[in-house]
């Protein structure tokens, strides 16, 4: 019973999770670093993005279902702050 | 803005408002509540301005935000009236009881509808500050 729960729960989450932090720091170099502004704008979508990742990953970790109806919130809403920004460079608002 | 994101935004806005529907609804005991629920709906309105424009979400939103704000306090208030029909203090949680064909006893009482009214001040509020903002 503890072995199977530490093949099936314990060990794929934190290496989901680890895999999680890892594309965050690079997301965030990107967000750092990026040259143009579109490239910045995609990195700040893929932040929120792999946020929703670790929500699940955590949700299955604790066994606590209530953190995937904040996964699915930061989903449904993660993406408004995208368009705003697109809008906006679209109406070259923003050099 | 781009067609593609009008149509999203068609099958969104109904997915968003019953989202928040459902975290209204379920503020009580579990995670969720007035606040955020009216904050999801403001954000379903939000979006309708940015696919289409502010004066079309206007449109489909029927009453002037700051009309929201007034109600939704009125509501407020009138939930913690109640409980001085039952000769209680001030906001004293009141319950009553309906059964529902199939669930059973469901229970009812004033801290929904206190939560009803911060839905409505906060869509109210969030609207009007968004709205406003847009449309400069």
Not at chain 2, 14 to 42: E, I, K, Y
Not at chain 2, 65 to 72: E, H, N, S, T
Not at chain 2, 81 to 87: G, N, S, T
């Amino acid at each position: 019973m503890i072995l199977e729960r530490l093949t099936a729960v314990f060990v794929p989450t934190h290496l989901a999770l680890a895999m999680l932090i890892i594309a965050l720091f690079l997301a965030f170099a990107r967000l750092l670093r990026g040259p143009t502004l579109p490239d910045r704008v995609v990195a700040l979508d893929l932040v929120s993005t792999l946020a929703v990742g670790m929500m699940a990953a955590y949700a299955v970790m604790t066994n606590q279902p209530v953190f995937l109806d904040v996964a699915i919130l930061l989903a449904l809403i993660a993406f408004l702050g995208t368009v705003a920004f697109a809008l906006y460079v679209g109406k070259g608002r923003i050099p | 803005m781009s067609l593609i994101l009008r149509t999203a935004t068609r099958f969104l806005l109904p997915l968003l408002l019953l989202f928040s529907l459902f975290l209204l609804l379920r503020g009580h005991n579990s995670p969720g509540g007035g606040f955020v629920g009216g904050l999801v709906a403001a954000a379903a309105f939000a979006l309708y301005a940015l696919a289409f424009d502010v004066a079309a979400a206007r449109q489909l939103l029927r009453i002037d935000p700051r009309q929201l704000i007034a109600v939704g306090l009125l509501v407020a208030l009138a939930s913690g009236m109640v409980a001085w029909l039952a000769r209680e203090p001030f906001m004293t949680g009141q319950w009553s009881y309906i059964t529902v064909l199939g669930i059973g006893p469901v229970p009812l009482g004033t801290p929904l509808i206190f939560d009803l009214g911060v839905y409505l001040v906060v869509v109210g509020v969030m609207l009007t500050i968004i709205l406003s903002l847009a449309e400069e």
